[in-house]
């Protein structure tokens, strides 16, 4: 909660000063964080911003943003039905380019899916 609090200080602080924010935002899977910011804007999941995503991963989004067009309306026959406790959740692939990384599952998943990173950055920048 002390890296919550910061950026939510963080972003007081820029309001208060005068300096209004284009945007702001702050991302974490669904979750306790809910108790502490209320609902977010927006929840995804990785599938919605790339069909061949390999994971699930239920993020919440809180914050004064435009939202990002998802790429797919249809969840894909991979993620129908899926029981969270099996496949590649527990394992899940690493993403292109992080390979060299050797990173840990936890790491793996909180890697920001490149699909929604880049239709966020289109729908606010």
């Known amino acids: 909660m002390k890296v919550v609090f910061a950026c939510l200080r963080i972003i007081a602080e820029c309001q208060y000063d005068g300096h209004a924010l284009q945007f ?19 929840t995804f999941e990785h599938w919605q911003f790339d069909p061949e995503a390999t994971h699930c991963k239920p993020t919440d989004i809180w914050g004064r943003f435009n939202e990002p067009k998802w790429a797919v309306t249809t969840k894909p026959d991979l993620h129908r039905n899926r029981n969270h406790r099996v496949g590649n959740w527990q394992s899940p692939p690493v993403p292109k380019g992080f390979e060299h990384l050797n990173l840990d599952r936890a790491a793996i998943r909180a890697i920001t899916p490149q699909g929604f990173a880049q239709a966020f950055f289109k729908a606010n920048c």
């Open 24 to 42: 702001w935002a702050m991302e974490n899977p669904v979750g306790l964080l809910r108790r502490f910011m209320g609902k977010p804007a927006i």
